[in-house]
């Protein structure tokens, strides 16, 4: 089977070239750490501003790479879903998320005039009960999917047209969900204390990714827990609370971080091949210099790649939330 991603990947490189237009300038330098706070924390104006920026992106017109998004959204959700075996299974899954965080943050800023905090998902807050987020009220994010396909019939997504299916093709769909509180309860705090006491990235990425002995952990708890589109892994940033909850898990990775500086600003691994058998993958020689890594390990020479949305940077460039890339803090 030729690989998708391979294809794509190719694609991608040749029309960069061919499109390589007036190149965005880097992330500025870091002079203003911005606040990421949990979502119930943003004020009234915030939440309400940070809704109509997201929805802001569904309503403008598509600009990237792939001729066939329609939408900015679209756009955005691209590259997560063109590389969606070379982000996840790997040591640049909590790199590749962190900057699609940024990148996300950049567009509802710069395209969209959002000016507020930047909300994450309080997990621990909720674990008792997914339904009862104030996430879900209609005036936010609306609430669990209905009828037959799952379809979110409340709140400001109510209408949201997705496209990308999980081999890069187009078909609309709507935005699915599926509440389940039993998933969620797998971030609980034993499950992060687990991880959070492995020393060494190597250990530590697969223990948020995967869970601890192989449970499902704190990544996958969050996505599970809402699930429908969220419970997708190539198709999950299709859903506005995605960034809420990688926003979460990248906390996690940071106060991970917190416990053993400066070695952790340098500490990467990790395998970073496709994963194996995957829908979109391969793990011919044509993947281990792809993103720079002179080998089939993760390094910090990582590049991240977003589809050209934004300039590529390197894992070096993400280790530090204080960096000029991410520039942010949790509170
Ligand atoms: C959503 O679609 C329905 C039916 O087409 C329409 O009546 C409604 O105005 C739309 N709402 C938004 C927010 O676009
Ligand atoms: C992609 O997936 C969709 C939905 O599963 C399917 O209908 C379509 O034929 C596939 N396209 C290709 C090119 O494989
Ligand atoms: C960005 O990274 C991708 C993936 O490694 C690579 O294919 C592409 O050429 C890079 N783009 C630039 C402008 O360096
Ligand atoms: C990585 O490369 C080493 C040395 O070439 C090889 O022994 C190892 O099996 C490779 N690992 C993977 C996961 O491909
Ligand atoms: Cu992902």
Redesign the pocket.
């Known amino acids: 089977m030729t690989s998708f991603l391979q294809h794509a990947?190719l694609c991608?490189?040749a029309s960069?070239?061919v499109l390589?237009a007036p190149?965005k300038q880097p992330a500025s330098v870091c002079t203003e750490i911005r606040h990421r706070v949990p979502w119930y924390d943003l004020t009234q104006e915030e939440k309400a501003s940070y809704i109509e920026a997201d929805l802001c992106l569904m309503n403008s017109p598509a600009k990237g790479l792939n001729p066939n998004a329609v939408t900015r959204w679209d756009d955005l959700q691209w590259p997560h879903v063109v590389q969606t075996a070379t982000v996840h299974g790997v040591g640049a899954f909590l790199p590749f998320h962190r900057y699609l965080l940024t990148v996300h943050e950049r567009l509802i800023k710069d395209e969209c005039g959002y000016s507020g905090r930047m909300p994450y998902w309080d997990e621990l807050h909720d674990i008792a009960d997914v339904t009862a987020s104030e996430l879900w009220k209609e005036e936010y994010f609306g609430g669990d999917g209905t009828g037959p396909d799952g379809c979110v019939e409340t709140g400001p997504f109510r209408n949201l047209t997705l496209r990308w299916v999980q081999n890069g093709s187009v078909e609309e769909h709507c935005l699915s969900r599926e509440f389940n509180t039993a998933y969620l309860q797998m971030t609980n705090q034993d499950n992060i204390d687990e991880c959070n006491a492995m020393q060494d990235y190597n250990d530590a990425w697969l223990c948020w990714f995967g869970g601890p002995h192989g449970s499902v952990g704190p990544h996958a708890a969050g996505h599970a827990a809402v699930g429908g589109v969220m419970g997708d892994a190539t198709l999950s940033p299709g859903d506005p609370v995605f960034y809420l909850h990688h926003a979460w898990l990248d906390k996690l990775w940071w106060e991970w971080q917190l416990r053993d500086l400066p070695k952790r600003y340098t500490d990467m691994a990790g395998p970073n091949l496709p994963i194996a058998g995957s829908v979109l993958g391969g793990q011919g020689p044509e993947f281990t210099n792809?993103?720079?890594d002179n080998g089939n390990v993760t390094t910090l020479n990582h590049?991240?790649?977003v589809t050209?949305l934004y300039?590529?940077v390197t894992i070096a460039d993400v280790m530090d939330l204080h960096g000029d890339v991410v520039c942010s803090e949790y509170y």
């Open positions: 990947v991608l490189t960069a070239a390589a190149a792809y993103f720079g590049r991240l790649y050209e300039p590529n």
